[in-house]
């Protein structure tokens, strides 16, 4: 898939996104990068085998005090090579896009990883 046509399903997976959490999305950027650097794979802890198809980075809205002001915005990066190497098709890809930007979206508004796993496996019963 090219790049532009990549970043058209991430714009896409972010505005079918309910308009609650659009409207409550500070101070962020969403971007999409080919490939993670070494240092965000060891920033991510992920365990053996995982791959790192997106990261948050930046504080989460529930953590930030009435001193958080003029900060560089939270990034959340989407990152196309893994995401080709794990999807085998169009549908996949676009599914797992929009997957990645809930999860690390949800960073954004504090949600732990071990809930989003609960919250996650809730979504496929």
Not at 5 to 18: D, M, W
Not at 66 to 92: A, H, Q, W
Not at 103 to 111: K, R, S, T, Y
Request: proline share 5%; net charge negative; with cysteine.
């Amino acid at each position: 898939m090219d790049s532009e046509r990549f970043e058209e399903l991430v714009v896409k997976a972010v505005e079918s996104l309910p308009e609650e959490f659009l409207e409550r999305m500070e101070n962020i950027d969403i971007v999409v990068e080919d490939w993670p650097t070494p240092e965000q794979v060891s920033s991510a802890d992920l365990e053996d085998g995982n791959t790192l198809l997106g990261l948050y980075e930046g504080i989460p809205v529930t953590q930030r005090s009435s001193g958080y002001g003029t900060v560089l915005p939270d990034k959340i990066s989407i990152f196309r090579g893994p995401m080709e190497d794990k999807c085998g098709d169009n549908d996949s890809m676009t599914a797992e896009i929009q997957r990645v930007v809930r999860h690390e979206l949800a960073h954004h508004f504090g949600i732990g990883d071990d809930r989003l796993m609960e919250l996650e496996g809730e979504e496929e019963e």
